[in-house]
């Protein structure tokens, strides 16, 4: 139990454009998701914390316009990564905890090329 | 939350027990220890935690000492796709789910045919 599916998995894409990454618990709600970012032999560095029906909440120096989140649902969390540029290439990855379960579980990540 | 600190490598030779150790001297009392690891390219996988007695399960072993200051983290017989980062993460638990994770640097740990 408790799979997060993300899609894609990987995307290359054109300066200038916006790309879209889905994160889906496939088998349990999630009233909070949460999105990171790895750049290569770096750590996980948390970006925004996704809430479902309300505004996301993003960490400090992560800009919001610039990485939309969208949770409309209790089972997915969307991040738009907009007018993107060959910086924002990263992986980006999200994570959900069930209720009741102590343990989060995380996307397979997305590896985003901008160039 | 607590930080945490872990050497940056290891190496362990394959079928041999693998003990990655964790300095988190500033817990407190509601804070559990809780480990992960990263496979290169993937998202990270939950291995085991535990708030102050040992704890083991299908995959790993965690040793916590008494004064809860640091612990270890035991792969019985290490296999080579146990080759990852491993990351020690403090923090309280809730039944809401609500409560981010922050990663240090974690540990590459390496195993040796």
């Known amino acids: 139990g408790a799979v997060v599916s993300q899609h894609p998995s990987r995307v290359i894409c054109k300066s200038g454009t916006s790309v879209k990454i889905e994160c889906r618990s496939l088998?349990?709600?999630?009233?909070?998701m949460f999105w990171y970012r790895q750049f290569p032999k770096q750590s996980l560095m948390l970006m925004a914390t996704s809430n479902e029906g309300s505004k996301a909440t993003y960490e400090q120096g992560v800009e919001k316009d610039k990485f939309l989140i969208n949770h409309a649902s209790l089972t997915l969390s969307t991040l738009t990564v907009t007018s993107a540029h060959p910086e924002d290439s990263s992986f980006y990855i999200c994570?959900?905890?069930?209720?009741?379960?102590?343990?989060?579980?995380f996307g397979s990540g997305t590896r985003l090329t901008v160039v | 939350d607590a930080k945490t600190t872990q050497p940056p490598s290891m190496d362990c030779a394959e079928g041999r027990a693998a003990n990655l150790p964790c300095n988190h001297s500033?817990?407190?009392?509601?804070?559990?220890v809780y480990w992960y690891r990263q496979i290169h390219s993937q998202g990270p996988q939950y291995i085991i935690h535990g708030l102050k007695n040992n704890e083991t399960n299908e995959m790993a072993s965690l040793i916590i000492t008494e004064d809860r200051k640091s612990s270890t983290l035991i792969l019985p017989h290490a296999t080579l796709r146990d080759t990852a980062v491993y990351y020690c993460i403090v923090r309280v638990a809730s039944n809401f789910g609500n409560e981010k994770l922050t990663f240090g640097t974690g540990t590459r740990l390496t195993i040796i045919p």
């Open positions: 088998d349990f709600q999630a009233t909070t």
């Open positions: 500033t817990i407190s009392g509601n804070e559990y």
């Open positions: 994570s959900a905890r069930a209720t009741g379960n102590y343990g989060y579980t």
